[in-house]
């Protein structure tokens, strides 16, 4: 069974930092691409990163590009997001995600099949 476990989220004020961690387990971590996406209050869930299940490629949504940088540490079956210059609309459950198919990697939420508890990140103006 797929667990992953999310953490790291929390209260800051606008252009602080955030890093979440994700740790999974019940899978083998190195072949499968991750993905962090995010939900607001009243909005559907929406991609922020993804990245490749050996870490050589990686992309992001518009709204958090050059802001935030999606790593993993295979070694550890960890996947973190480093979260910069945090803006109010940043605020929202952070889920980490891993691909419904390994290797395979997308932005898209229907791709991805294990999901974590998610992590609350406010940003206060």
């Known amino acids: 069974q797929v667990q992953l476990a999310e953490s790291g989220g929390g209260l800051v004020q606008a252009g602080d930092s955030l890093r979440l961690s994700c740790v999974a387990s019940?899978?083998?971590?190195?072949?499968?691409?991750m993905g962090w996406f995010r939900q607001a209050p009243g909005k559907e869930r929406e991609f922020v990163a993804a990245?490749?299940?050996?870490?050589?490629?990686?992309t992001y949504a518009d709204s958090v590009k050059g802001r935030f940088t999606i790593s993993r540490d295979n070694a550890k079956n960890t996947v973190s997001l480093q979260m910069n210059s945090l803006k109010p609309e940043d605020t929202a459950v952070y889920y980490c995600a891993a691909a419904r198919y390994g290797r395979h990697w997308s932005i898209s939420k229907a791709d991805y099949g294990s999901w974590g508890q998610g992590t609350q990140v406010t940003v206060s103006s």
């Open positions: 019940g899978l083998t971590f190195s072949t499968y691409s």
């Open positions: 990245i490749a299940w050996n870490g050589a490629s990686t």
